[in-house]
Every structure is written in C-alpha cells, then in structure tokens.
C-alpha cells in the first residue's frame, strides 16, 4: 500500500475524476489509515511504498504491477501522467528480492489482471478495452507461466477488471456482467457457474473494488447490496469508508497491491 499523501485530482484520465471537485486529503490519510488497520487487524501483513510527490495516483498501489508466486509483471501506465510510478514499484519489488519482470507492453497491474489459484489449475483473469493492451496478456502468460483469459471491458465507467470483477476466495469470482462483452460474459459463465453476480448498483457503489483472503471480504462501505449477497454466499463483508479515493476513480483494491509469494 501506498499513503495518499500527496494525493490530488489534478487531471482526468477516467469518468470518475473531476477536478473541479475539491479533496480533503486529511481524510483521504484517515480513510486509507483505517483501510489498512482493518488489514492488519485481519491478520494480514501491509508492506508500505513511499509517496512520491507530483505522484497523484500512487496511492492507487494495485496499479504497478502483478505478482504470481513470487514473480512478478511489471506495469507499463497507459498515461503520462502516472508513467513515474512504475519504478517506484519496479524498485519495492527489488529490493524485496522479488523475480521482477520488465514489460514492453502497457499493461497496469493487478488493475487489469485478477488471479484465481485453484480455478481450472490456476487462470489469469485479464481485461482490455481501455487501460492494458492486448498484446500485454500474451506477455504475461510468458512472465508468469499461467494461462490467460482475455475479457474485453466496454463500458468507460469500468475502465479497469478490478472496478468490474475480483477473485473472492482461491476458485471463484464475483463480476458484473454488464462491464463486459457479450463474448466475454459467455467466457465467464462458462468458466465460473457459481459466480456471485453483481449489479449495476453494486458495481457503481465501487463494490467490485474489493479485497478477500477467502472468508473476510474487505469491500467499499457504500456498497451495502453487494455485502448482502457476499453474507449469503458464505462470506463475512468487511466494509470500509474510503469516499474522498473515490474521486480519484479507486477504492478498496486499488489501494492494495496483493503479494502471491
């Protein structure tokens, strides 16, 4: 995770941002702290990236890259504006002691690529349309060594996978089916029959923007729908507060890079 310390709306590089909406980023510090408490209170350990300034958008950690077993794709940002933030990653994950791999194609992170361990020997979920390249999902099943399902995102709102589908244990998913193609959702179908599908509600709620370690699933507070039918489904729903990085186009997911040792 990175501090949104220096966190701003200064441009718009998807529907969500406005900059001239204002940010108080005293609490966007107070909601992320909390967001991270929660982790750790979960029992999870949090590695922390040192803000950058004139880094926006670091904060949105997810973005810089994506780690399989102890492997990990490196993230080449679609926008100049957030460009920096892939050394920055490339440098945590280093000195780490991580096998980092250098990608010639944009792709950003676990923005647009979701992993499910125990889904068919271990699939690689990857979304196109607006963010990652094609070509990156080819690039990274040879990074990675897992296979690869393009889904094509048509819909600008859900610009990245992350804000449209997440892994919610280590075999199964809950997406929105109307952030994708129509070849897309019979691949999804297909693939997970036992999804837990969301609404349009949910998915505007930033709710798909989630978190899960397989029983606890930390997710974005307003998206009380969404928490009900995770509690149905056998889940425990963890809600956190994060409205000011919403304006930014994030939430619970974005703030956090998943390390897959």
């Not at 040192?50 to 794709?73: C, H, I, W």
């Not at 791999?101 to 068919?120: K, L, Q």
């Not at 956190?240 to 619970?252: I, M, P, T």
Request: proline share 5%.
């Amino acid at each position: 995770m990175c501090s949104p310390e220096y966190f701003a709306v200064e441009y718009a590089i998807n529907p969500w941002m406005d900059v001239t909406t204002p940010v108080d980023r005293d609490l966007a510090v107070k909601q992320w702290d909390r967001l991270r408490e929660t982790l750790v209170g979960l029992g999870h350990e949090v590695h922390l990236l040192t803000p950058e300034q004139g880094l926006p958008d670091m904060v949105y950690a997810a973005n810089g890259g994506f780690v399989v077993d102890g492997s990990v794709y490196g993230a080449r940002f679609k926008h100049e504006q957030r460009a920096a933030e892939a050394a920055a990653h490339h440098a945590f994950y280093e000195a780490q002691g991580w096998r980092f791999i250098a990608p010639s194609e944009t792709n950003e992170g676990e923005g647009d690529f979701a992993y499910v361990p125990e889904a068919h020997g271990g699939l690689i979920l990857a979304g196109h349309g607006f963010r990652t390249e094609i070509p990156a999902h080819a690039e990274a099943q040879e990074a990675l060594g897992r296979p690869v399902v393009s889904l094509r995102l048509i819909d600008p709102r859900f610009y990245h996978l992350d804000v449209a589908l997440a892994a919610i244990d280590d075999a199964n998913i809950v997406y929105f089916p109307g952030a994708f193609s129509a070849a897309s959702q019979r691949v999804l179908t297909q693939l997970f029959p036992d999804a837990v599908i969301a609404d349009d509600e949910d998915a505007m709620a930033f709710g798909l923007n989630l978190v899960s370690d397989g029983a606890n699933v930390v997710l974005n507070s307003e998206a009380t729908r969404l928490a009900g039918k995770l509690k149905a489904a056998g889940y425990t729903p963890v809600p956190v507060e994060l409205a000011e990085l919403k304006k930014g186009g994030g939430s619970v997911k974005c703030c956090i890079a998943e390390l897959r040792h």
